[in-house]
């Protein structure tokens, strides 16, 4: 074997080690894109995708070994053999240029190449760089092999239905395939799934994606939503249209294809949305609002369990409020505790022992405790409350004195709101108003208002007024049967409704009478009247104070009116009028029992019978102002009424309405069929039913006409002929 056929080989082998070098440390990615092709794309385009990356690799590896060219092969000569004599390039230079001792040298090395085995030339490999990019590749392999990749159902999600067919011409777009796939949010662990009518109910906040296809195919594809805002679809490369949005709210909507037929344009689709309820709270233990202090408690238990429809956030908070003081110089420390509850995710206990010794507990103090608990909701979870709680230390009770003083009575009320605590709670509902919707706005306003007539009752017990119906207020002071004296101190904080009291007559009277004495006109009356003034019942008041009182009544009055009525604002200044009297009752030290008749105004009697009205005041009520008819719901009524024979309806207007409708939405019990109506009627002016569906759904909404007197028929012929007849009788 010649000298020039060694050298040809050794350079072939060279260059094939260096290629195959290359190969070893780029296939493992090769085999990762395949892989993560075979996943998004399937198994064609994994194939595919290996093919061209191997013939690409392949490539740009042999044009990496082809520069290992003479040049290097006779460097690789130098390098590795000494008996070359660093004249390997004579090797492969032609002998036309070569001077004598030149071609002698080659000649020479010539020879040694063909008698003498020598050292490897192949480039060595590089063990190192293929360990790491086997490895990496490995690792990226597995990766996407054993990543959860979606499952046949999640294929089902992204399948198309057939839709409906609806008449078209030739040429215009049809929609032929149609699918809705809707993505739950997170936090609410459902599953995601598909809805072939592109309609449904679907919860808040979840993501929306249309797939439709259409036959041949539009220029441009929208979603069109009833309330005005326009989604474009894109297309995909597979023909299908596509687009997404976030539902946070109930829509109706309508598929608008360039050149599609009106009929198909005009279909409405529905998506109504299951809203996200608010935790649910309940107390266990304690069974009662208001709790008294045993003998040799140490702790008090509490017990709370807590649902939601999606779940519940893993802890709780529990206030924990200290009251100590009385009267209006009540101090407040404030704690609060992390609960973790037990459970499943959406129905969680909460339990917890309290050391009152810890937490300062002492005789006459009460201990206030409130639960929160918020639910998964994201981005915004949602808080619910349970009520306050309330452990009270009753003081030692005062003792009644003798002689003069046994006319003095010092009694403890029972626990009900302040009318402080009335006007902080109106005043922190009137900061949270924004917060708030309407109803639920009004609810809160009427559970103050409702404190509110529970104090004003407690109050008017010392005028002898009427109970309303409603169960006594209990006091501490069990054993008496008189009413409780006017400033005996407002309750401390928030406060629980005082258990019922014993049951007794409608007037509740506290003394049972005596048997009645036959004869006796006392005992008749006693049986058989009703004394409002008299001197054990209702007189307890000084003229002075009875009149401060009656004017704290009064305001009070007025405040519960516009607390009732949801207008916490308008209550504000009679709350604080009610509360400056209420001061002033209670600078008084003590309260005696009169026992005089009341005074009354002597009676004029030269009036008697005369019908002289001068300064008498009007009792009469107030006239209040009537709610004024809507007037584009007057109009649209009386457009919508049927036309009589052949007559053209009357023409509506629908932006006007269509105004309404948006300004006035929670009026309406469902939006979207009211739209759905609206928009069938303009769609087709001519259609009776459309009218009459709409008109159906108007009745509702249009305002109640104020009850009257009907006018009386004027008869037929028979009755006007009796009537005339009448008339010219008393003529005569």
């Not at 050298?7 to 290629?19: E, I, K, T």
């Not at 061209?52 to 006779?74: E, H, I």
């Amino acid at each position: 074997m010649t000298a020039a056929t060694i050298l040809a080989n050794a350079l072939g082998s060279a260059r094939r080690r260096r290629a195959s070098d290359l190969m070893l440390q780029w296939l493992p990615w090769a085999a990762a894109g395949a892989a993560l092709a075979w996943r998004l794309l399937g198994a064609l385009a994994a194939v595919s995708l290996a093919v061209v990356l191997c013939t690409a690799f392949a490539a740009f590896a042999w044009r990496r070994a082809r520069r290992l060219d003479q040049a290097w092969l006779a460097r690789r000569l130098n390098t590795t053999r000494d008996d070359m004599d660093d004249s390997a390039d004579l090797l492969f230079a032609a002998g036309e240029g070569l001077n004598g001792l030149q071609r002698l040298q080659q000649a020479r090395l010539r020879e040694r190449i063909e008698t003498a085995n020598g050292p490897e030339l192949r480039p060595v490999w590089s063990t190192h760089r293929i360990g790491l990019s086997g490895f990496a590749g490995a690792a990226a392999l597995a990766a996407i092999l054993l990543w959860p990749g979606r499952s046949r159902d999640e294929h089902d999600l992204e399948a198309l239905s057939p839709a409906p067919q609806l008449a078209a011409l030739p040429g215009q777009p049809r929609l032929i395939e149609q699918g809705l796939r809707i993505d739950p949010p997170a936090y609410t662990r459902l599953p995601p799934r598909s809805e072939p009518t592109l309609e449904g109910r679907v919860p808040e906040n979840a993501r929306l994606r249309w797939n439709l296809r259409f036959e041949p195919q539009p220029t441009a594809v929208e979603l069109v939503f009833h309330d005005g805002p326009r989604l474009p679809l894109a297309r995909q490369a597979d023909g299908r249209w596509s687009a997404e949005r976030v539902l946070a709210k109930p829509a109706l909507y309508r598929i608008v294809a360039a050149g599609a037929a009106q009929a198909q344009m005009r279909r409405l689709y529905r998506l109504d949305v299951s809203a996200d309820r608010a935790p649910q709270l309940r107390v266990l233990e304690p069974d009662r609002g208001l709790s008294l202090m045993s003998a040799g408690q140490r702790s008090w238990p509490l017990e709370f369990v807590a649902s939601d429809d999606y779940g519940l956030a893993a802890n709780a908070q529990l206030r924990i409020t200290l009251a100590q003081g009385s009267g209006e110089n009540i101090t407040f420390r404030e704690q609060r505790l992390s609960l973790r509850g037990t459970g499943t995710a959406t129905d969680k206990r909460y339990a917890q022992r309290l050391d009152l010794a810890s937490l300062g507990f002492a005789s006459g103090d009460d201990l206030i405790v409130q639960l929160s608990v918020e639910d998964n909701r994201s981005p915004k979870p949602q808080t619910a409350s349970s009520p306050s709680l309330i452990l009270r230390w009753p003081a030692d009770l005062g003792s009644e004195a003798t002689g003069l003083d046994g006319m003095v009575k010092t009694t403890l009320p029972a626990y009900f709101r302040s009318q402080r605590q009335i006007i902080i709670d109106a005043e922190a509902l009137i900061a949270q108003r924004r917060k708030l919707d309407e109803p639920r706005f009004v609810e809160r306003s009427d559970a103050i208002g409702v404190d509110q007539r529970l104090l004003r009752l407690r109050y008017g017990q010392f005028l002898g007024e009427e109970s309303e119906g409603a169960p006594q207020l209990p006091t501490n002071d069990r054993d008496e049967a008189e009413p409780h004296d006017a400033h005996a101190g407002e309750g401390k904080g928030q406060g629980e409704s005082a258990p019922e009291a014993d049951e007794h007559d409608e007037h509740a009277h506290a003394a049972k009478p005596a048997a009645p004495t036959f004869g006796e006109e006392g005992s008749v009356l006693e049986q058989f009247g009703h004394t409002h003034d008299h001197a054990e019942a209702a007189t307890l008041l000084d003229p002075d104070t009875r009149k401060l009182l009656k004017a704290a009544l009064d305001e009070m009055w007025q405040s519960e009116l516009h607390l009732r009525q949801g207008h916490p604002q308008q209550a504000l200044p009679y709350a604080y009028r009610a509360l400056g009297f209420i001061k002033k009752v209670q600078q008084a030290a003590r309260i005696y029992l009169a026992r005089v008749g009341p005074e009354l105004p002597p009676i004029d009697e030269s009036r008697r019978l005369s019908g002289e009205r001068k300064g008498l005041a009007r009792r009469g009520e107030l006239l209040v102002a009537a709610n004024a008819a809507d007037p584009v719901l007057e109009s649209l009524w009386r457009d919508l009424e049927p036309s009589a024979g052949t007559a053209q309806p009357a023409p509506i207007d629908y932006s006007g309405l269509q105004r309404w409708l948006r300004e006035h939405e929670s009026r309406v019990p469902d939006p979207l069929a009211f739209a759905a109506a609206f928009d069938a009627l303009r769609n087709e002016p001519e259609c009776r039913r459309c009218r009459a569906e709409l008109r159906r759904l108007l009745w509702p909404l249009l305002t109640r006409p104020p009850a009257s007197v009907p006018r009386r028929a004027q008869g037929d012929a028979v009755d006007r002929r009796y009537f005339e007849a009448l008339q010219q009788e008393t003529s005569r």
